[in-house]
């Protein structure tokens, strides 16, 4: 049986209490920032992995800011394979200051839920939203964020759609939805596209005429590049060509646009573990210099080469532990805070099991290989080199 003195574990530990201390310090940082980057490559990711495979985006071949006339929306629907089409236009504007900027669409409202069963009212219903054009549907995290209750009036100055009149935009809360996928952000704003249609051809308001983009739901069976391939041939003419996606390429066009940071950010995670690998390897190799001496006590005592190796491990894996451990507690402490300031560039930012999995992972390998080296050294050393503290 492999006997381990764990009382002189402990001591050596705390022989150095302030090395130790910063040890424990130094890891945990470096677990904090590798949950927290994690965490965000996974929020870019996130609608990529959870898009639909039964819906379509049709853009302007040209950018995704040219828009697409509205006319387009019945000669989509006779394409053999669509089910139902909703249109999405960006809205662009701002509550009350320009930092208060969330997320606003205007949409078919009459399809919006059907066309997205992931969204769920939480308060409210459809027929009051459907029932008061200038109603909306908000998310609660926007509704958490900015205290909207249902009943509000949501004032909202136009950046791409200014009202003739100088005046604001005001938007009726008559529905909170949540999201049981985080493709859809939660801190967004839905309105009737034919109130912001109505207010353009009457002269209310300017901006872009037509609509951003088209969201086709494809019936049961319909294979997606045959549909795609229908609805760009259709156009292909003109007046204005289109370019249709799977949901999952065109969420991807958004993370390409901020560049390629999850490799970026997977990089910086990399670096993060490497130094602090090499921080701890120089702690253990320090501790092992120092403790020489007692493992050739221990040998003398009759402790055999491996209980001296384990004495060493258990004493790497001890602060790896106790700096992932401190690292994941404040990960998790803060990400809801977080969650909340970049929440409308990046929704769905959360700490994840499989993250904390992740860190807890690698603070054992770091443990593991930090005292592994120096672990082998002493525990090769016979008891007359031991006292005589060779190394």
């Not at 945990?28 to 490559?41: D, G, I, K, Q």
């Not at 639909?52 to 394409?79: C, E, G, M, N």
């Amino acid at each position: 049986m492999i006997k381990v003195p764990l009382r002189l574990v402990v001591k050596n530990l705390l022989r150095h209490p302030v090395r130790s201390i910063l040890t424990v310090l130094s890891l945990a940082v470096a677990v904090f920032l590798l949950c927290l980057l994690r965490s965000l490559v996974v929020s870019l990711d996130a609608g990529v992995r959870e898009a639909r495979s039964d819906r379509l985006i049709v853009q302007s071949a040209v950018s995704l800011f040219v828009y697409i006339p509205q006319s387009y929306d019945t000669k989509i629907r006779q394409v053999e394979g669509v089910e139902d089409v909703c249109s999405w236009t960006w809205f662009g504007g701002y509550y009350q200051e320009q930092s208060n900027f969330f997320a606003q669409f205007a949409v078919d409202s009459d399809r919006l839920l059907s066309m997205y069963p992931e969204m769920v009212l939480v308060e409210g219903s459809e027929a009051d939203f459907l029932a008061d054009r200038r109603g909306c549907l908000i998310g609660d995290q926007l509704a958490s964020a900015y205290g909207f209750k249902l009943g509000d009036s949501i004032p909202i100055i136009g950046s791409l759609f200014p009202r003739t009149d100088g005046g604001t935009w005001d938007f009726q809360v008559k529905g909170i939805y949540t999201s049981t996928s985080s493709n859809v952000d939660r801190k967004t704003l839905f309105f009737h596209y034919k109130y912001l249609q109505e207010s353009r051809d009457t002269g209310a308001a300017s901006g872009p005429s037509n609509v951003a983009v088209f969201v086709v739901r494809l019936m049961d069976g319909a294979r997606p590049e045959e549909v795609m391939a229908r609805i760009d041939a259709l156009f292909e003419n003109g007046p204005q060509r289109v370019q249709t996606t799977t949901e999952a390429a065109f969420q991807a066009q958004f993370v390409s646009m901020v560049g390629n940071i999850p490799l970026f950010v997977s990089s910086l995670g990399g670096g993060v573990f490497l130094a602090i690998l090499l921080a701890v390897i120089n702690t253990m190799l320090m501790a092992a210099r120092e403790q020489v001496q007692d493992s050739g006590i221990m040998k003398a005592l009759g402790f055999t080469n491996l209980s001296v190796f384990l004495v060493l491990l258990l004493q790497s894996l001890l602060l790896a532990l106790a700096g992932g451990g401190l690292g994941i507690l404040a990960a998790l402490g803060v990400a809801d805070s977080i969650a909340e300031m970049i929440g409308s560039q990046f929704p769905g930012f959360a700490v994840t099991g499989e993250t904390v999995l992740l860190a807890a992972t690698l603070s054992i390998v770091i443990g593991l290989v930090a005292g592994l080296t120096p672990g082998l050294r002493l525990g090769r050393l016979n008891v007359a080199q031991s006292m005589r503290a060779e190394v």
